[in-house]
């Protein structure tokens, strides 16, 4: 293992013995679900540490361990405890996050007990750099050497600054504030449906260099866009500043007479299969990095290093270090503080922070090369590497340092022009692998198999391939591969390598081509040459739409929740309460119940309880009352409740309509995380494909759960239309790639797409390694993105081929207004075929306690109730009560009386008991002071 190379007296120093046994010391790490690259880094730099130091101190056998606890970006709001929980367990130093929000809690904690705080990103903020070690370049430098390379060697006076957000700006501050020429700024931000516009505006200038700070999984999006916006001439020139353009794949904007592609680097510039030469550690975690980066990112991620795995692999060795040379000062460790008690600060901490930035490291054969800090504790002399994308990849042409600014090592090589020969003579072999709607055939042979000309297949991909044959210029035949499978890597029982399907057929030499649905991946790429990729799509789950449910018949209880009508009948009851003690306390509601007796003493309250409950519930029914509050705090009281009714009959007439008219459909999974968590639905890939592959090497734990549940069940198929058999049974998901999820749903209204795509990938033609016809087809392609005939061509396979009518139009039919059936109002009729039931119940009860008071006057019980409901069924003819029923007046006195008429009918008393004879009624003119006298009585 080369880690360190040191000389004779420097080993001789180091040897020296150490006064008591060495210490382990900690080194602890808060990182987010999606930062596994971190975590290798840091294992593998520690594992370097340790290897160091038994080198130096045979006594030594681990110097440092890992200690790293997890956490999702959701739960940032909970990293401060996370960070204290580290401190607990003694470590001397941390590991600065890569998500923003955790990394402020960790240098909260780091600042206020002195610990040591290791970072790799772009420090802007200075205000923690007593205890923070950023072996990331400074943005001063940066900036420094940003400004000098438009200055000096590219001397551009107009340049455009593509940025990936407004903080990313922070960065250039340096050379923007030295720049004098024309500056146009913009912003890209993570929406890329806006890109197009941004770039379409862009390409309307006259300027023609472009400094690109974005993340470098979105630069071939970006030269995507700017090809087909006509911007990729030998006039532009654009310059990435992300770290890690050098792990893309860039072949295919290698275009003759085309743009010049360039970006900077701080690690050393290796071909593919070349190493680094720092030893088997590094080589390990390039290999265990490349995965990861696959698997979160694209699968034609090169295989090498990034930026901050290798930041963080330094760092580890530049503390690890440190900490061995002033282990014998730094004897005591931190112990376990915490955040919830009165801890002191560790004293050692600034110390072995000074101790690590004012040491020179020759010996250490890191990354990122020699490591300096000046005297402000920043690192603002390191060797930045210009590279320039050729025709066999990236080269290095020129470095910069602090010290001896821009040096121009070789120049930029024009790319070589692939000669482009006349093909109409060539007729080239195609092998492809039938799949609706791709490739369809539709012309066969005598024994059934499809012919290979041309005019006897058709499909998306047979059209591209007339369209790239017509612009380049060559004849084709297509074949059908035998075992009708993309292909993949295989591994036979002697341990040799070999790939199946189209991809093993290019790769021995049985055609020239392979033209299909075939994704590029980095295992078919190690066998392949691929064009541009001419369709990009992801993973996605194919699931069995559910069933509509059937609306509730009490449908209008759903617009409120049953929490909310418990509030409002329990309010109901407390307020109806509120106003009769309100009205019983208030004098105001006390009238005088004879308007014509002025000076009466009787007064009397209309608010009972039970007229109280009647006048609350007719505002919640949009109907009126005659009753009247008179005081003013009923009416306060009246008032408040009746701007409560109006909110809530506003709010519930609103939901109303919603609830009856969208049918509710329940998914039983969501997601991707919701199919891991569950067992009764299954999922499944192709036998043999990119999916397939996808979930195999995944290093992703959502994804590694999937790949161990259905290796060991019976979920894989072998075509696609296997997969929608099972799925159409039920209960099984079928994993396939977005653009496939697409087409089957537009035709099956039974299937339909769930959750999120699982990854980013794209379509190719597989061509043999080093094949001349890669280049041409590749710009052929990018021609036809640009003129939009790839759209023209999906439209016309996905959205008109054999349909008669897509199941989205069917979805939009649906949105137009229909008439309610009985589901959605039937519980109104239920309700009032209740309410009609319970009054004629209650009726009947108030018809047989009245009779029974009547009882004792007028005879029998059930003979008087038998006259009383003979009387109330006579609604055909007039008819009149006796008795009680009618109001006898007695005889009128002669009027020289002295005894007014309204005293001698109070005098005379009328009893129930009393029979009505013609003696004891009087029939009186109906005047105005008759009926005064009548309504007295």
Known sequence: MEIVSASTSTKDQLLRSPRQTPAMFTIGALLDSKDHGTEQAIKSGIRGVNFLASRVDNRIQQLLKPEVIW????????????????????????????????????????????????????????????????????????????????????????????????????????????????????????????????????????????????????????????????????????????????????????????????????????????????????????????????????????????????????????????????????????????????????????????????????????????????????????????????????????????????????????????????????????????????????????????????????????????????????????????????????????????????????????????????????????????????????????????????????????????????????????????????????????????????????????????????????????????????SISTRLLTGIWWFFALILISTYTANLAAFLTVDTTELPIESVEDLVEQTKIKYGTLQSGSSHDFFKYSRIPVFQRMWEFMSTNDVFVQNTEEGIERVLKGDYVFVLESSWNEFYNKRDCRLMQIGRLLDSKGYGIGLQQGSPYRDPISESILKLQKSQTLDQLKRKWWTEFNISEPCTNTKDSSKEAKPLGIEQVGGVFVLLIIGFFWAFIVSIIEFCVHNKACMKTQGALFSEMWKELKFAMRCMTPSTRAKSSIVAIPEQKPPNSPMPMADQLADHEVTESAPVTSQHLLFVPMTESNEVLLSSV
């Open 71 to 630: 956490i999702p970006k959701e739960r940032f709001f909970t990293a401060t405890n996370d960070v204290c929980n580290l401190l607990k367990t003694g470590v001397v130093a941390f590991v600065s996050p890569r998500d923003p929000l955790i990394r402020q809690s960790v240098r909260m904690v780091s600042k206020q007990f002195s610990i040591p705080l290791i970072e790799t990103h772009w420090d802007t903020d200075k205000s923690n750099n007593r205890y923070s070690i950023n072996v990331h370049p400074a943005h001063d430098a940066f900036g420094e050497a940003v400004s000098e390379y438009l200055s000096s060697y590219s001397k551009w006076n107009h340049v455009v600054l593509i940025l990936a957000d407004y903080e990313s700006i922070v960065k250039h501050a340096a050379w923007l504030n030295n720049f004098e020429g024309t500056l146009v700024v913009r912003t890209l931000g993570p929406d890329r449906s806006k890109w197009k516009a941004i770039i379409s505006e862009l390409a309307n200038t006259d300027v023609r260099n472009y400094l690109i700070d974005i993340p470098y999984w979105y630069a071939k999006d970006f030269l995507v866009l700017a090809y087909v916006h006509n911007m990729t001439g030998e006039q532009y020139n654009y310059v990435f500043s992300d770290w890690d353009i050098h792990l893309l794949d860039m072949n295919a904007f290698k275009i003759s007479d085309g743009a010049s592609i360039s970006t900077f680097s701080i690690i050393p510039n290796v071909g593919v299969n070349e190493p680094y030469r720092r030893g088997p550690t590094v080589e390990s975690l390039r290999s265990t990095i490349n995965k990861i980066e696959r698997a979160q990112r694209s699968s034609d991620i090169l295989p090498f290093l990034t930026t901050s795995a290798s930041l963080i692999y330094d760092s580890m060795l530049l503390f690890g270090w440190a900490l061995m040379n002033e282990r014998d000062n730094v004897s005591a460790q931190p112990g376990a503080l915490g955040c919830d008690t009165k801890s002191s600060p560790w004293h050692h901490g600034e110390q072995l922070v000074n101790a690590t930035k004012s040491m020179t490291f020759p010996e250490l054969l890191t990354i990122t090369g020699q490591i300096h800090f000046d005297r402000h504790g920043y690192r603002s002399d390191f060797n930045m590497s210009l590279l320039s994308l050729q025709n066999d990849g990236f080269q290095e042409i020129g470095y910069w340092t602090r010290r001896d600014s821009w040096q121009i090592t070789r120049p930029i090589k024009k790319k070589r022009k692939v000669p482009k020969k006349p093909l109409t003579s060539v007729t080239l072999r195609v092998t492809t692998v039938p799949d609706t709607p791709f490739v369809i055939p539709k012309k066969y042979d005598a024994y059934g198999q499809p012919l290979k000309t041309p005019d006897a297949w058709e499909g998306y991909c047979v059209d591209l391939l007339n369209l790239i044959s017509q612009d380049v210029g060559f004849n084709y035949t297509i074949e059908m591969a035998k075992d009708r499978s993309y292909g993949s890597r295989h591994v036979n029982k002697s341990g040799d390598v070999y790939y199946n399907g189209i991809v093993g057929v290019v790769h021995r030499g049985e055609a020239d081509m392979a033209v299909a649905a075939l994704t590029i991946t980095y295992e078919r790429e190690q066998v392949l040459d691929f064009s541009t990729p001419f369709m990009t799509l992801g993973g996605s789950l194919l699931f069995m739409r559910p069933k509509t449910q059937k609306p509730s018949i009490f449908s209008f209880l759903q617009p409120l929740s049953p929490t909310v009508w418990a509030y409002v009948i329990t309010t109901y009851i407390v307020v109806s309460v509120g106003l009769f003690l309100v009205a019983r306390l208030s004098p105001y509601e006390w009238q005088n119940p004879h308007p014509c007796e002025t000076f009466s003493d009787e007064k009397e309250n209309q608010f009972t309880i039970l007229s109280s409950f009647w006048f609350f519930i007719t505002p919640l029914l949009n109907q009126g009352t005659e009753m009247a509050p008179h």
